[in-house]
């Protein structure tokens, strides 16, 4: 009788580190809309601009937590890490 194997898709180490880990603030970001509990599901994500990045108990400089300006309502919301989906490129 045969083994199964698994023929999964290879990625690169690189393609599989999360956004997250370069975020900082200043930057802008996209942000997963996450609905909270009554809330009307009516846009898949947002923009904003981080304006502080915090730190988890273990290790400080990994940031799990960000503090994030919502740049079309000027809203600042706390945002879990996983859910900035992209680092938009600086103006400079």
Not at 42 to 51: L, T
């Amino acid at each position: 009788m045969g083994l199964s194997v698994d023929h999964g898709v290879y990625s690169s180490p690189e393609s599989e580190r999360p956004v997250f880990l370069d975020v900082a603030p200043g930057m802008t970001v996209v942000v997963k809309h996450d609905y909270l509990p009554g809330e009307k599901a009516d846009k898949d994500w947002w923009m904003g601009q981080v304006i502080h990045c915090g730190g988890a108990a273990r290790d400080p400089s990994m940031h799990n937590l960000f503090q994030i300006a919502d740049v079309d309502s000027g809203v600042i919301r706390w945002v879990n890490a996983d859910l900035v989906t992209h680092i938009l490129p600086g103006t400079d």
